[in-house]
């Protein structure tokens, strides 16, 4: 059981990007997939969160309105859109997943989620 986070690399300010998750071993489409992200010297920063089969769509502040998340069920993967990038984005990406079943609301805590992807780096120049 596995996730695969992919996408990230070098960009500058106001460009855009594609994040991947990819789910082996599991089917995204039964779990609540949460993205986080950490920039150096800071704590990790819940961003946005896909709701499992309930069309929940919910993002930080800090990213609302330019980031997008989404889902292809046929690839197993949910994306991140992210446009209009700052440099203040600069960090390492990461998906995780909750199993369907505990979610109540959005999680939002690092302890919510079971099953973690490694990171992407996204780096932003100004």
């Known amino acids: 059981v596995q996730l695969q986070a992919s996408g990230g690399g070098l960009v500058q300010a106001g460009e855009s990007l594609k994040l991947s998750c990819s789910g082996s071993g599991l089917t995204l489409e039964g779990f609540g997939i949460g993205w986080f992200r950490q920039a150096p010297g800071k704590e990790r920063e819940w961003i946005s969160y896909?709701?499992?089969?309930?069309?929940?769509?919910d993002y930080a502040d800090s990213v609302m309105g330019r980031f997008t998340i989404s889902e292809d069920v046929d690839e197993n993967t949910v994306y991140l859109q992210m446009n209009s990038l700052k440099p203040e984005d600069t960090a390492v990406y990461y998906c995780a997943a909750v199993w369907r079943g505990k979610v109540s609301q959005t999680p939002r805590r690092s302890d919510d989620y079971d099953i973690w992807g490694q990171g992407t780096l996204v780096t932003v120049s100004s």
């Open positions: 896909r709701g499992s089969r309930d069309g929940t769509r």
